[in-house]
């Protein structure tokens, strides 16, 4: 039974297309409900994993992220998800290990919007990841916003950020995180991509589905090695 895990890893899964891929790589016999989507429990490399779907956007993110922590008050909590690349800085089907998060769709005119900005942005704390990695990925901030990229804000994303992709969830769920001093792994990869002459999924959402399969089964195949990265630092911390 749920109620009888220890500490169970949280495996945090957003939009509904990714949720459908990890449901029918897993195919759960039984599936629960929280007020944000559905719920279920797997074995991964020895380790309790609760699947949650959080549901899209960053006040589903952020609401259901809270929830998560307070009903089963995880040991650690993975984000697996997509993201959408800028074209001629990132390739499709890359992995991104989010080091720091920020909100950009934020619009402060009344006081300082710098302040605005570095309210809701977060440095993950990643020290008790074991090196080397167990696979190969792009390390940086992820931008996230409610709302697809827009070609014109490629340039300024990329020069004052340094991003090369952006999400709708990561920088809620980092920020929720943090607050509750949770070790949280965020891991999302570019199911396709944008330019300055638009995006290749928009209008073509059969783009969006197809990446976003092959980014999540590249992403659930490789969970046992990061869940044993992420083991082995603990276990090195932990008293003899």
């Known amino acids: 039974m749920t109620t009888d895990l220890v500490k169970p890893v949280l495996v945090f899964i957003s939009a509904h297309a990714e949720w459908k891929v990890v449901k029918a790589i897993y195919s759960p016999g039984r599936l629960e409900q929280t007020p944000f989507g559905e719920w279920f429990t797997a074995s991964v490399a020895g380790k309790d994993c ?3 779907q959080g ?3 960053k006040i589903s993110a952020a609401a259901s992220t ?3 922590i307070d009903r089963w008050q995880p040991e650690w909590m993975i984000n697996l998800g997509t993201c959408g690349g800028f074209a001629g800085c990132v390739e499709r089907g890359t992995i991104i290990l989010v080091e720091r998060t920020l909100v950009y769709d934020i619009l402060e005119q009344m006081s300082d919007p710098e302040e605005a900005l570095k309210h809701y942005s977060t440095t ?3 020290h008790w990841l074991r090196e080397p990695l167990p696979h190969p990925v792009w390390r940086g901030v992820l931008v996230s916003a409610d709302r697809d990229l827009l070609p014109a804000d490629l340039p300024w994303l990329r020069e004052r950020f ?3 992709a952006a999400d709708w969830e990561s920088g809620a769920i980092a920020w929720v995180a943090a607050r509750n001093h949770r070790r949280c792994l965020i891991l999302r990869g570019v199911s396709d991509l944008v330019s300055a002459q638009g995006g290749e999924a928009y209008g073509a959402p059969e ?3 197809t990446g976003t399969e092959s980014v999540m089964r590249a992403l659930v195949a490789g ?3 990061w869940l044993r990265c992420m083991e082995g630092e603990a276990e ?3 008293p003899v």
């Open 50 to 52: 609760l699947f949650v």
């Open 55 to 57: 549901g899209w956007g």
């Open 66 to 68: 809270q929830y998560a």
């Open 124 to 126: 993950l704390d990643l």
């Open 162 to 164: 340094g991003a090369v």
């Open 207 to 209: 783009v969006f589905h």
């Open 223 to 225: 969970l046992p090695a």
């Open 236 to 238: 090195a911390h932990s």
